[in-house]
């Protein structure tokens, strides 16, 4: 039976209560909630939730958001329901980021944030969908700077400078790299989820089996799944404990380095998935023509006044979940009487 004199049973953690703690429990190369950069649009305070955690709170209710449990993470179409999603890739993003934030003492809602939204503005079919919308933008399209576009024109959230900032550099071809360790944490949490889940769903799809991969990579992280993310997260942890920031050792991060190549040659670009991916660029490319000519048929939420109707297209493409698109090219492309 509880003491009734020990005091009352629940207490109330206000923003001002948390932060203060923040002040006391992070590490010095931890950003605080207070005195950030912060969002374009100033607006009160919340009485309970720091800034990061209603930045966290608006991603996760985002129509965004929701459209990732429909797109590819690397399989196309997969029958069966334990394939990975673009959606259970970044919940699975946002646990092992987590595990990285309270093992260095960062702050865990702005890399839940950062982690949630890190995918937000991927196209459908995964990294061939941003390979077909290249060519239509100048420099290429890139998820990561689109998924800021979301945020801030399509879907304007109002989120902080620092979850927009993570969200831009949380893919490793964009330099400079994040501003805020919290930003470094989803980078290798987004890298370390998705080679342990991929090789786990090459091998339930039959294209990999358990000695497929090299020996001596086996040696260094063990098996696919639970061990690779155990061991890397370790990595990190001691490497970054050591180095005074958020990173990976050399002796550490070339080995990941060559387990990535590996798994784009044998998973991501085995002739299976290219055969894939050529219907699905022509999917994607096909529509972005129709809708260039056909705005009208564009939704109100994808138009904005300075948008050419190339960008507008792009835009609305760019959103639609893979099934989704399918169906659009269906009832735009399929000769009538075929089926």
């Known amino acids: 039976m509880r003491d009734t004199d020990a005091g009352p ?3 109330r953690r206000t923003r001002l209560v948390r932060e203060q703690e923040e002040r006391g429990r992070l590490a010095p190369i931890a950003t605080l909630s207070t005195g950030i950069v912060g969002r374009d649009r100033p607006e009160p305070e919340d009485h309970d939730r720091t800034a990061f955690e ?3 709170d608006r991603i996760l209710h985002s129509k965004a958001f929701r ?3 429909h797109k590819t993470q690397v399989f196309l179409n997969p029958e069966g329901d334990h394939f990975v999603t673009r959606l259970t890739h970044t919940l699975q993003v946002a646990q092992v980021g987590r595990s990285i934030a309270n093992a260095l003492a960062l702050n865990e809602p702005l890399v839940e944030a950062i982690c949630l939204g890190h995918d937000i503005g991927h196209a459908p079919f995964g990294h061939t969908g941003e390979d077909a919308l290249s060519p239509f933008v100048e420099g290429g399209w890139q998820h990561a ?3 800021v576009r979301i945020v801030e024109v399509l879907e304007p959230l109002n989120l902080t400078w620092e979850v927009r900032d993570g969200i831009r550099q949380s893919s490793w071809r964009n330099d400079p790299p994040p501003a805020t360790a919290e930003g470094m944490a989803c980078r290798f949490a987004d ?4 080679l342990a889940h991929d090789a786990q769903d ?3 799809a039959g294209v990999l089996a358990p000695h497929d991969i090299p020996a001596h990579l086996r040696e260094v992280f063990g098996q696919p799944g639970r061990q690779w993310i155990q061991t890397m997260v370790e990595m990190v942890i001691d490497d970054s404990l050591t180095a005074g920031e958020v990173t990976m050792a050399p002796e550490h991060l070339e080995p990941m380095t060559e387990l990535r190549t590996w798994m784009f040659d044998h998973v991501y670009l085995r002739p299976e998935a290219r055969s894939q991916a050529t219907r699905a660029v022509r999917v994607i490319q096909d529509l972005i023509g129709w809708y260039r000519e056909h705005p009208e048929e564009i939704p109100d939420a994808y138009r904005c006044a300075d948008a050419s109707d190339l960008q507008t297209a ?4 760019a959103g639609m979940s893979d099934k989704f698109a399918m169906r659009a090219h269906d009832e735009r492309f399929r000769p009538s009487g075929l089926y």
């Open 9 to 11: 049973a629940l207490v």
């Open 67 to 69: 459209r990732l449990k």
């Open 54 to 56: 209603r930045d966290r």
């Open 145 to 147: 700077i689109h998924g």
């Open 314 to 317: 792009v835009d609305y493409v």
């Open 191 to 194: 890298r370390i989820a998705y």
């Open 202 to 204: 090459a091998r339930r």
